[in-house]
């Protein structure tokens, strides 16, 4: 006979740990925002220890520039404790929401910058900037589970899907711009875009599985 | 599909950030109103969150926190520091002070409106308001004050005009004495570089003359060519000159014996007085030198046969007593000054055997002289040898070390 100390109980496997870690993951940053809209400087040290890197990670790639991304990095989170009574857990994660925060931002740099020519070369470089980055970046950080399971989808889309997804969402390139590079129409590029995000969404769902 | 397929892509539009405003407000609108949408934007959303933890991950250096820190101290600071100010005022008398004097202003305002004719204007210029209409006193003061005490502020900006007009002036006079002082200093230095440069380079040729007649004036120019004799003489003078010879010990002790080279050096040393020649030498020397000038032909004598180094302002002359122009036993004479000035002996020598080399240090720099050049014949006879200009004037020489 089994008695309570005898036993095993066994904890949820993968797929279901995964999501109520990630479930938990949510509570707790979302939690966090919450504490930062009610004024506690301890709950956005926190979130900063928690999701700065990514964030940082997300600034480096697209900017490209350790300076600036640092620069961007401390707006991010200026406006994080600005805005965190704005935020609104139905619409979409604290992860979202943050990321989204730190692209704007970022987004605003690029396009500080000089003018950027769409052409066909251009879309090239840039392209070949990215790739160089993900070289190198994998040599120098450690990397968990999960951003090496989004790195590996990212890498496993096709290669022009790929391309005009992280054009678009990293350099901030429009599907017009695009469009124009690659010599393609506007709408197949809007289509390869939008299915370039489901595809990702699913591939980290099936993951997950 | 089509309305699909445009929400879809107005969603990815969303996501990515490409709406416009307005756009994005109605799009927000809608997702307000469907659970559908909401769930394609989270979907997307999450897609996009998979792009950005693709990247690289890096952390970020100590300093982006502590930036983040003060930033967020520094946007809660100044609504504090405001509220405490009012408080602080609030607390303070001042808002009691401000009280009293807004109530001061009212009833000076309310008892000049008593007044018909400054109604339309309560706070007006005296000028404006004749005397005897009943204006009120405290206004007036107040104006009279007001008008006072910027008088006197105009009137202390004019006298700090004023003042600083004045220092500004005697500046400017200062630094134009000043500008006129260094200009004449400029010029003062320039002309004494000039003339150092004249100088210098007068005393740094090396010039070769001839004891030329009185009637040449004394310029020494002339193309003769001296012996081979004279030319080692004046040679042997320049390389003593530079040092290359080093006198022999008879020079030193003051002699001018002949040394090893065969020509005998005399130099005529400095005198600290005058030697004026006797009054009948100095006649027989001007009638000498009136006479070789009035002389159709110069002196043979004069005209080839003595050269004259003149080398770093010093005055060397070589004599040849074989040629014949100052015979062995013949006493020359060195004479500076004019037949106006008078003449002085400067120095003399007796002619020995060998060719000798008379040389002058000239003891100042300044403009430069005749050297009239006498002899005393064995016989007696008084001669002038000849003329030549001098770099420099030459003071008195004591005769010295005269060849016996």
Redesign the interface.
């Known amino acids: 006979m089994e008695t309570a100390e005898n036993q095993t109980v066994d904890l949820p496997s993968g797929s279901l740990r995964e999501e109520l870690h990630d479930v938990m993951e949510v509570r707790e940053d979302a939690r966090l925002l919450t504490g930062i809209a009610e004024g506690d400087?301890r709950a956005?040290?926190a979130l900063?220890r928690r999701r700065?890197?990514?964030i940082?990670?997300?600034l480096?790639?697209m900017l490209v520039n350790e300076m600036e991304?640092?620069e961007v990095?401390?707006d991010t989170?200026?406006q994080v404790?600005?805005r965190a009574h704005k935020f609104d857990v139905?619409?979409?994660?604290p992860?979202?929401w943050m990321?989204?925060i730190a692209?704007?931002l970022a987004?605003d740099r690029l396009r500080a910058r000089s003018r950027r020519s769409a052409t066909h070369a251009a879309f090239e470089r840039e392209v070949a900037s990215l790739e160089v980055?993900?070289i190198?970046?994998?040599r120098?950080?450690?990397?968990?589970e999960?951003?090496v399971a989004?790195?590996t989808?990212?890498n496993g889309l096709p290669e022009e899907q790929g391309r005009a997804?992280?054009l678009?969402?990293?350099r901030g390139w429009?599907?017009e711009e695009i469009a124009g590079a690659v010599g393609e129409p506007l709408g197949t590029i809007?289509?390869r875009?939008?299915r370039?995000?489901?595809?990702?969404?699913k591939?980290?769902k099936d993951h997950h599985d | 599909m089509t309305n699909l397929h445009s929400l879809e892509d107005e969603a990815t539009l969303y996501v990515l950030g490409r709406m416009t405003e307005v756009e994005r407000a109605e799009f927000e609108a809608s997702l307000a109103e469907s659970a559908e949408l909401r769930t394609l934007v989270r979907e997307l959303e999450e897609g996009a969150v998979a792009i950005a933890m693709a990247s690289p991950q890096r952390r970020a250096p100590q300093r982006v926190w502590a930036g983040i820190e003060k930033a967020i101290a520094e946007e809660a600071k100044p609504r504090v520091m405001k509220s405490s100010f009012w408080m602080a005022w609030l607390r303070s008398g001042w808002a009691a002070t401000t009280a009293c004097l807004i109530g001061w202003l009212l009833y000076a305002v309310l008892m000049e409106s008593g007044s018909p004719k400054m109604a339309s204007n309560p706070i007006a210029s005296e000028i404006n308001v004749p005397r005897g209409e009943g204006v009120s006193d405290a206004v007036r003061t107040e104006t009279k004050v007001a008008k006072s005490s910027s008088e006197i502020s105009s009137n202390i900006d004019r006298g700090a005009l004023l003042t600083n007009l004045q220092a500004t002036t005697r500046e400017n006079s200062a630094l134009r004495f000043r500008k006129a002082q260094l200009e004449k200093e400029v010029t003062h230095l320039s002309q004494v570089v000039t003339q150092q440069q004249v100088l210098l380079s007068e005393s740094s040729r090396l010039k070769v003359l001839q004891l030329g007649p009185a009637s040449a004036g004394g310029l020494g120019a002339t193309n003769a060519i001296p012996s081979p004799e004279l030319q080692r003489a004046l040679l042997l003078a320049m390389a003593r000159e530079l040092g290359w010879l080093q006198p022999d010990e008879h020079e030193k002790s003051g002699s001018t014996l002949t040394n090893q080279t065969g020509v005998e050096f005399v130099d005529l040393h400095p005198n600290t007085n005058e030697t004026k020649a006797p009054f009948s030498q100095q006649m027989q020397l001007t009638q000498e030198l009136i006479d070789s000038e009035n002389s159709a032909s110069p002196s043979n004598i004069a005209e080839s046969e003595i050269p004259v180094l003149v080398m770093d302002g010093k005055t060397m002359i070589a004599f040849d007593p074989s040629n014949g122009a100052v015979p062995t036993g013949s006493e020359v004479g060195f004479w500076t000054g004019t037949t106006a000035e008078g003449f002085h002996l400067v120095g003399s020598t007796t002619m020995g055997s060998s060719t000798t080399v008379v040389g002058f240090q000239p003891m100042s720099l300044g403009s430069g002289g005749t050297l009239t050049v006498t002899f005393h014949g064995p016989s007696g006879s008084f001669n002038v040898l000849g003329q030549v200009p001098l770099p420099v004037t030459l003071v008195p020489l004591e005769p010295q070390n005269t060849v016996p």
Request: aromatic residues 10%; charged residues 20%.
């Open positions: 400087q956005l040290s900063y700065g890197s990514l940082y990670s997300l480096v790639r991304a640092q990095m401390q989170f200026v404790w600005r139905s619409r979409s994660s992860m979202s990321f989204m692209r704007g987004l980055e993900e190198n970046g994998s120098q950080t450690e990397r968990d999960l951003a989004c790195a989808a990212l997804l992280q678009a969402f990293l429009t599907h809007k289509a875009i939008r370039g995000l489901l595809a990702l969404r591939t980290l």
